[in-house]
């Protein structure tokens, strides 16, 4: 049991992904190239979950699972992680400060104690996905649209 | 029936994202979805701790709902002066439930109330954080974004000052994660999940799984 067997038990229907989420950045190879989450559901997604997305050609041993990657390894991929994501938003720490998407760049290339949090954040968000993956809970994105937050239960 | 302390701060952008949810979510309909207790609150300026320890000891508060900075061991009021620090003696707090929407207070300052007499704690063992618009609204509360962060640790409130145990609320928690998560982008899911994953509460170790408002 992880820390998100509770979370992905509950799921309904998985993760939804589109186009463009399948090359959000999860891993690197033994290379430093960046695996990403299509290939990682090429790998280890059971095989009804494969035939839902486009089918790519990936050598299982290219996928290393991200607990096995070293610091600088983490470092790089946490920075691609942020390069991937969308730059108009701003990280808030409550009491601490705002961060924009360079400031925490920054703050990864330089080791710095938010550095850190973020690479812990995006290893364990990789962790979330693998085992999201092998459980099939991934689903494609049929549409865009806004999140929709459920009512409070109490 | 019990009496509820909120503190509160908008000394930057981070903790006005902050007042202005908890406000939505909490305090703005209190009288009406919660009519039995009575809130006190002691808020910017008033978010110190001369002012914060006066009304616990002159009120009979069952229940500490803060948000502010923190860091392992300390939660700060406005501007960065101490109001709890784990060195010190706690034990004025005893009975009462403390949730802090605050970095890393969990890791020490929690443990030691609770080892100094609250009955139960909630908050976080690192930094609480959220995504939010580079260009806020008008009214932050109208960020669909940050709503997104601020709702999930809103259920520990709205839980606790509807009277339930720990575990009903964690299991609130966790079902909001799961069914928001899977519409979120990569790094809004990285975010919650951190937030998630970081929440402690009596479930845990930090207090009594059984204790209600």
Same mark, same amino acid.
Do not use: C, H, M, R
């Given at each position: 049991m992880s820390l998100f067997t509770g979370i992905i038990e509950r799921m309904k229907d998985g993760i939804e992904l589109n186009d463009d989420e399948l090359e959000q950045p999860v891993s690197l190879d033994a290379s430093g190239k960046v695996i990403t989450i299509g290939d990682v559901i090429a790998v280890k997604a059971p095989l009804n979950v494969q035939c839902a997305f486009a089918p790519r050609v990936v050598t299982t041993n290219k996928v290393r699972p991200?607990?096995?990657?070293g610091k600088e390894e983490l470092k790089g991929l946490t920075t691609a992680f942020l390069k991937a994501s969308d730059p108009k938003k701003e990280l808030g720490i409550v009491g601490v400060g705002n961060y924009s998407l360079p400031d925490l760049i920054k703050h990864v290339e330089n080791e710095t104690a938010i550095g850190d949090r973020m690479i812990q954040a995006v290893k364990n968000y990789a962790v979330f996905v693998e085992e999201a993956v092998r459980s099939g809970k991934v689903t494609r994105k049929e549409k865009g649209g806004h999140v929709v937050l459920p009512e409070f239960d109490f | 029936m019990a009496d509820v302390l909120g503190v509160d701060q908008n000394y930057d952008l981070v903790t006005q994202y902050g007042f202005a949810f908890r406000h939505k979510f909490?305090?703005?309909k209190f009288s009406t979805d919660f009519p039995s207790h009575t809130l006190y609150q002691s808020n910017n300026?008033?978010?110190v701790r001369s002012v914060i320890d006066g009304i616990i000891t002159k009120n009979s508060i069952r229940y500490i709902t803060a948000m502010g900075h923190g860091m392992y061991a300390a939660f700060t009021g +406005?501007? @960065? /002066?101490?109001?709890?620090?784990?060195?010190?003696?706690?034990?004025?707090?005893?009975g009462t439930i403390v949730h802090l929407l605050s970095c +890393?207070? @969990? /890791?020490?300052l929690g443990r030691k109330m609770v080892a100094d007499g609250v009955s139960a704690f909630w908050g976080y063992t690192v930094n609480f954080a959220f995504r939010h618009e580079g260009?806020?609204?008008?009214?932050?509360?109208?960020?669909t974004t940050a709503a997104i962060y601020l709702r999930m640790d809103a259920i520990i409130d709205r839980g606790i000052l509807a009277g339930k145990k720990s575990q009903p609320i964690y299991d609130s928690v966790q079902s909001y994660v799961a069914r928001v998560i899977p519409q979120l982008t990569p790094a809004d899911r990285a975010t919650l999940l951190d937030n998630y994953v970081h929440l402690v509460c009596p479930s845990t170790t930090w207090g009594s799984p059984s204790v209600t408002l």
């Open positions: 991200v607990t096995e990657l | 909490i305090f703005q300026a008033k978010a +406005q501007n @960065g /002066a101490i109001v709890w620090d784990a060195a010190e003696d706690l034990s004025y707090l005893k +890393q207070t @969990g /890791a020490s260009q806020p609204p008008t009214e932050l509360s109208d960020d």
